[in-house]
């Protein structure tokens, strides 16, 4: 069975007869077990029953969050008032599991499998990934994509809303985190032929079809805080800028979340609670969060759609290159005499300031340089990491650029661009330095940042996996510090590695074991094949 066949067969509403569909409608109007999109709040879908349905729902659409002081408050995502029922739209579908026949949201949309977005031609996984949203969509109106780094989630995006805009004229916004994201997604709309405006910062240039936001400038105009902008000549300005922010999301037919992994669910609670009535499309490149509130975030955005997009199969079918992440241990002899959040920042700044660390970096970039294995890209924490290990690199010979967010945006792109035309190849970027970073000639990567984010992690080994002219593989050099907690960091990153079958992972005890291995995967998987890095 094709998967076009299973995703149907996921979705009765869809793919069913209309006589099949009248039946069960039919039988579930005699049995008063209809939901359907509450007409005040279509945040919610509404539903009765003479019967107690707490502990079921409880038990589909409840989740126990963390609190501040420690404690744990289970947070429900469906209300009762008497014999009436509302749960959050996106867990409309488990009402199925309780009996009830499930209305459509938007029966309006017209499925289809489309090919294209504007003059760009889609993967056919793209396509599908499409189809599987658009079907989600007319079912719940909210769905969540989930496609590994690489995978091309804007054209995917982009794709969704050219559809839905071929059946009716619609109104989207776009959200995400920073501006950088904001122009790439613009740039590639117009690639497209898609009109895209942007509103960020002191940048207002608006596009009543499709306007792209930072989700910081929407959630303080939509909560009144104070927008985080350069300063106005008037106070009216600000709210007028404000006033058309809010405007154009309780507008929007379409809410679109990049990114979302990112985004704070409070974030996301205010857009829906500002326009309840859009279509909800979320895009992430890992199933979980950093914070206890992935079910919630589900719950608004919608779950996941079946057509699932992993870094493996990327790689299975030659859209990624393979990576041989490589855990280099090492031990600074870092010690803390402080408890809880004292105690890690105090390892983590004795770990990142540490000139031994710094120079075995150092040394594992010239290692990877006589490999021919260039250009080189180092994560960090801290800015004053980026600098001490920039400069170790320096002293060995090798010229090196700690990219940070000291550095202008006009700078940081000139030394983007001199690293794609192979003019740069060594670079050391800090978190706010790596906004918008799109280099996919980078041939190795050595993580010096450490944590255990289940976000961050595959996404960092995840930019380094694009496809370029020549390159055939990707090396990843993770140095596994092996001070107090840190080990433990170490262990999960590890954990998340091995969770994609075609990421190679092994762990190595010393410099002279990293490049006896590396150059054991360049025999195997280049020379072997009569080609080269």
């Known amino acids: 069975m094709s998967f076009l066949d299973s995703a149907g067969l996921a979705f009765p509403s869809i793919a069913e007869s209309d006589v099949a569909k009248i039946a069960k409608l039919v039988e ?25 349905l707490s502990d079921a729902l409880d038990a589909y659409a409840s989740y126990i969050r963390r609190t501040r002081d420690g404690g744990r408050v289970m947070i429900r995502l469906w209300r009762r008032e008497g014999s009436e029922y ?7 579908p488990i009402l199925s599991k309780l009996g009830y026949y499930v209305l459509d949201f938007a029966p309006w949309i017209e499925v289809d499998v489309p090919t294209r977005v504007g003059s760009i031609t889609l993967r056919d ?55 950088d994201l904001i122009l790439q997604a613009r740039d590639m709309a117009h690639k497209a032929g898609i009109k895209f405006g ?41 709210v007028n800028k404000r006033e058309a922010i809010v405007e154009l999301i309780k507008s929007a037919d379409l809410i679109i979340f990049d990114e979302s992994q990112h985004i ?46 992993t870094s493996s199969e990327l790689i299975q079918r030659g859209f990624l290159v393979r990576p041989y992440i490589f855990m280099l241990k090492n031990n600074n002899g870092c010690r803390s005499g402080g408890r809880g959040v004292k105690r890690f920042m105090e390892l983590r700044k004795c770990i990142e300031l540490s000139r031994e660390r710094a120079l075995l970096i150092a040394k594992v970039v010239d290692m ?51 690293v ?19 280099l996919p000639n980078v041939r190795a990567l050595v993580i010096a940042s450490g944590g255990k984010s289940v976000v961050s992690v595959p996404q960092t080994v995840g930019r380094v996996l694009r496809s370029a002219p020549g390159k055939q593989l990707a090396i990843v050099v993770d140095i596994f510090d092996t001070d107090g907690v840190f080990k433990l960091h170490g262990l999960e990153r590890k954990k998340m590695y091995t969770s994609e079958p075609l990421w190679y992972v092994d762990v190595v ?3 002279n074991e990293l490049e006896e291995k590396i150059a054991q995967v360049i025999d195997f998987e280049l020379k072997s094949k009569n080609l080269k890095i």
């Open 28 to 52: 579930a109007v005699a049995k008063n077990k209809i939901a359907y999109p509450c007409s005040n709040n279509k945040m919610f879908y509404c539903f009765s029953s003479n019967e107690d």
């Open 264 to 309: 704070p669910a409070k974030s996301v609670l205010a857009v829906m609670r500002a326009n309840p009535n859009a279509l909800i499309v979320s895009a992430s490149g890992t199933p979980k969060r950093n914070d206890s509130d992935t079910p919630l975030i589900y719950a608004l955005s919608g779950h996941i759609v079946p057509r699932v997009v």
């Open 125 to 179: 996984y793209q396509s599908e990934v499409v189809f599987a949203t658009l079907v989600q969509l007319r079912h719940i109106g909210s769905a969540t994509q989930m496609v590994a780094t690489g995978g091309g989630k804007t054209y995917i995006l982009l794709s969704v809303y050219d559809s839905l805009r071929q059946i009716k004229p619609i109104k989207a916004v776009w959200l995400t985190l920073s501006k």
């Open 420 to 438: 794609r035309s192979g003019k740069l190849h060594t670079i050391v970027v800090t978190p706010l330095g790596r906004e918008g970073l799109d």
């Open 509 to 511: 005890n010393s410099i």
């Open 368 to 418: 990877l340089h006589s490999l021919g294995i260039v250009p080189v890209m180092v994560h960090v924490n801290m800015i004053a990491s980026c600098k001490l290990i920039s400069n170790t690199i320096k002293s060995l010979g090798i010229y090196a650029i700690c990219v940070s967010s000291e550095v202008n945006e006009k700078i940081r792109n000139a030394i983007f661009n001199a």
């Open 86 to 92: 509302m749960i959050v739209r996106g867990y409309a």
């Open 198 to 238: 942007v509103i960020y910062g002191d940048e207002y240039q608006p596009n009543q079809e499709l306007t792209g936001i930072t989700v910081q400038s929407a959630y303080y105009a939509i909560t009144g805080k104070q927008l985080k902008l350069i300063d106005y000549p008037t106070k009216r300005e600000l």
